[in-house]
């Protein structure tokens, strides 16, 4: 479970930062945003998952199918990521807190929540949010993606 799960993280972490890519889609302003992706949408498990086995074990005690994609993602202090929506409103997106010292935040619409290790936010990925590290330590998400649960499974489609 979580406890295994940030064991693990920490561990490749500290000891493998060439693992952790910089976020593909540009949009943070100021700071540095990390990720190693676990599972990516469509395309099942990558390389980097077979060195987060804790990660990939729990997960696998799940239904089939459960998560469409999965990354931890790290963003350090006095990064902020911009406004922004999900590309559609068919999954729902888990923030699993990792590492959170304080100072970070996340606001979803108009609302502001702030991370708890070993505890989720789960939102609408389709609805306007942004993320900011006012704190003085990175913080780390295990980010879930899954289906959004009013939408039919004939029209759950892997992009």
């Known amino acids: ?3 295994a799960i940030r064991t693990e993280f920490l561990h490749r972490y500290h000891n493998n930062q060439e693992l952790f890519t910089t976020e593909r889609e540009s949009l943070h302003m100021g700071g540095d945003w990390t990720e190693v992706r676990i599972k ?3 395309h099942g ?3 980097e998952s077979a060195l987060f086995p804790e ?14 994609s999965v990354k931890f ?4 202090p006095g990064t902020h990521i911009r406004t922004h929506t999900g590309p559609s409103n068919e999954r729902l997106r888990i923030h699993l807190c990792i590492y959170h010292t304080g100072g970070s935040r996340i606001r979803v619409v108009d ?4 991370w708890q290790e070993g505890k989720a936010i789960v939102f609408d990925d389709s609805f306007e949010h942004e993320v900011v590290n006012l704190g003085s330590e990175f913080r780390a998400v295990l980010i879930l993606d899954i289906w959004h649960p009013e ?3 004939d029209k759950r489609i892997v992009h």
Not at 73 to 76: E, G, K, L, R, V
Not at 111 to 114: C, E, L, Q
Request: hydrophobic share 30%; aromatic share 8%; no cysteine.
């Open 151 to 153: 939408l039919p499974a």
């Open 73 to 76: 993602s790290i963003i350090q």
């Open 45 to 47: 498990l990558t390389e």
């Open 111 to 114: 609302k502001w929540h702030g």
């Open 40 to 42: 990516s949408s469509g």
């Open 1 to 3: 479970g979580y406890p």
């Open 55 to 68: 990660t990939v074990r729990t997960l696998s005690n799940l239904p089939p199918d459960t998560f469409t």
